[in-house]
């Protein structure tokens, strides 16, 4: 309990220290502590605003990324289309060369065929003549009997298998 109890002496010189004290910090360094208070007040201060000015620059900026992205977004959509438009003219014209091509090529084939059909018929024309005249040469020499038809018709036979066979 005796703390608690109250001593006029050392309530006395605890309120002289404090004066003295208060007094001495009052005269020497309370300019310093103001002084240090106020620049720190000063630079929180300033951080404050420098925080708010980096806020709406990041705002600005935010909202300036957003209009090139959609710009870009808009751009890019067209160079697709464009790209699908180029895509599809390409491949028309790639089906139209085709076509033309494939129609030049069937002409040709179709002419090709047409003459070598034309060559088959006149060299077949050319053999049946010869065939014809070489019979006719035979029959002309001689009379013939039933023997003679035969062998003329082997005879025949075995030439134009000859000829054939040459080609």
Do not use: Y
């Not at 050319?126 to 020499?141: G, P, Q, R, S």
């Not at 023997?147 to 082997?154: A, F, V, W």
């Amino acid at each position: 309990m005796a703390l608690l109890q109250v001593e006029p002496g050392l309530f006395i010189w605890t309120w002289i220290t404090f004066i003295t004290v208060f007094i001495i910090l009052r005269l020497f360094a309370w300019k310093h502590i103001l002084k240090g208070l106020n620049a720190r007040a000063d630079k929180i201060q300033n951080d404050i605003e420098e925080a708010e000015k980096t806020k709406e620059e990041a705002k600005r900026n935010i909202v300036a990324q957003r209009e090139q992205m959609e710009q870009v977004k808009k751009e890019a959509s067209l160079i697709i289309e464009s790209a699908k438009n180029e895509a599809l003219g390409l491949k028309d014209k790639i089906v139209s060369e085709a076509n033309e091509q494939i129609t030049i090529n069937k002409v040709k084939l179709l002419d090709e065929i047409e003459h070598a059909q034309s060559k088959a018929v006149e060299d077949v024309r050319k053999e049946a003549t010869t065939l014809a005249c070489t019979m006719a040469e035979v029959i002309l020499k001689r009379t013939f009997t039933e023997k003679d038809h035969e062998s003329l018709i082997n005879d025949f036979i075995a030439k134009a298998a000859e000829k054939h066979n040459k080609k």
